[in-house]
């Protein structure tokens, strides 16, 4: 007797190429308070990311997430310094649910810094398990203006 071919699922293949999409243009979900602004970003070159296919990707598909937390401080001497904490995320989850995922670690890391010192915060989440080094999650956060904004403030 034959083998019995497997039938198409098209709607996984689907999901594949959208997964792909995301992980070949490096895309995040960059989050700045204040002002509140809120990008699609390719977290290895620090720009931007306007394509339709990739926004839909990434806010359409469940995802497993590695989440960088940041509070940013100025000091009164002028001198600037951030801290970060990284997680990853248990199980797939869809972007509108990830700001819930991130409320009890956020106020910790809001905690342990100096409350005159604070200026304001952010997130980067990434949809894949990796690494983030705090270099390259400040340059993320540097293209987004944190800085510049705490000087005109």
């Not at 602004?37 to 977290?43: A, E, L, S």
């Not at 926004?55 to 970060?84: M, N």
Request: aromatic fraction near 6%; glycine fraction near 4%.
């Amino acid at each position: 007797m034959s083998k019995v071919r497997k039938p198409c699922n098209r709607r996984a293949q689907i999901d594949r190429a959208r997964r792909a999409l995301v992980r070949t243009n490096h895309a995040a979900v960059a989050n700045v308070e204040p002002p509140d602004i809120q990008i699609m970003v390719n977290w290895k070159t620090c720009k931007q990311i306007c394509s339709r296919p990739v926004a839909d990707a990434l806010c359409d598909l469940a995802h497993r997430w590695t989440v960088y937390i940041a509070v940013f401080c100025q000091e009164p001497s002028g001198a600037q310094y951030s801290k970060g904490a990284e997680f990853t995320t248990a199980g797939m989850h869809l972007v509108a649910n990830l700001e819930q995922l991130m409320i009890e670690k956020h106020a910790e890391l809001c905690a342990s810094a100096n409350p005159k010192h604070v200026i304001g915060s952010g997130w980067l989440a990434i949809p894949d398990q990796t690494t983030l080094s705090e270099a390259q999650a400040n340059a993320v956060f540097s293209a987004m203006g944190v800085w510049r904004r705490a000087k005109a403030a």
